[in-house]
């Protein structure tokens, strides 16, 4: 079992930046896949941005052509983890952002934690 723990998230205004963290813990081993996913109300849960690699070979990010070119993923692997940069924010990102990782062919999930963008 894998416990993923989400911080940051919050209230920007639209062009603002936020920074979200997660960090997983009670992990069996070195965690290669981890992403994250949002979820407006009424809407399905997406992929926004995820991450392959990154325990000292390449690291293969994968974004969402909505969030292209304004968010930024990274491994943290000194706390086996990932963090989600968001710049230029819009209100239509306002969403419940989630944590995941893949490991041993099961998928694990955060809290989530809240991003709103509105002026």
């Known amino acids: 079992q894998v416990r993923l723990v989400e911080s940051g998230g919050g209230l920007a205004q639209p062009g603002g930046s936020l920074r979200l963290s997660c960090v997983a813990s009670?992990?069996?081993?070195?965690?290669?896949?981890m992403g994250w996913y949002r979820q407006a109300p009424g809407e399905e849960r997406q992929l926004v941005a995820s991450i392959v690699g990154g325990g000292g070979g390449g690291v293969y990010p994968h974004y969402d052509d909505s969030v292209k070119d304004r968010f930024s993923i990274a491994r943290n692997n000194a706390k086996n983890g990932v963090t989600l940069q968001m710049n230029s924010l819009r209100p239509e990102d306002t969403a419940m952002y989630f944590c995941?990782?893949?490991?041993?062919?099961?998928?694990?999930w955060g809290q989530g934690t809240q991003v709103t963008v509105s002026s």
């Open positions: 995941t990782c893949w490991l041993l062919g099961q998928q694990f």
């Open positions: 009670e992990s069996p081993g070195s965690i290669n896949a």
